[in-house]
């Protein structure tokens, strides 16, 4: 009997051997192809299993900090869920890429 854990959905199995088309090799046979696709495809099951188990965690941790703090409700908060924080790495190495960008085309300006 095939539970539902066990089965593939067809999207996974296309992807899967979609990959493994693009990788095959000259002289490669169809059935190492399928076994290729087969490998794919559990490892991208097995990612999905994971990131499953990450989301239900984060949603436990969450839920619990909603609940240790009793006079916040969850529907009109507007705070940032626990576990993303905000960065400003990146926005710090956009106005320096584009600080060199300007650098770059005023040193080519000067040169033509």
Not at 8 to 16: G, N, Q
Not at 49 to 58: D, F, I, T
Request: charged share 30%.
């Amino acid at each position: 009997m095939n539970s539902r854990k066990d089965r593939v959905s067809d999207k996974t199995k296309d992807e899967a051997m979609t990959i493994a088309r693009g990788t095959q090799r000259p002289g490669q046979t169809k059935q190492q192809t399928k076994l290729i696709a087969q490998g794919i495809q559990k490892g991208i099951d097995q990612y999905k299993k994971q990131q499953n188990a990450k989301a239900r965690e984060l949603d436990r941790k969450r839920k619990k900090t909603a609940a240790e703090k009793p006079g916040h409700s969850s529907s009109g908060s507007t705070a940032e869920p626990a576990g993303i924080k905000s960065n400003k790495l990146p926005w710090v190495l956009l106005i320096i890429s584009w600080l060199g960008f300007a650098a770059y085309l005023s040193i080519v300006a000067d040169v033509i």
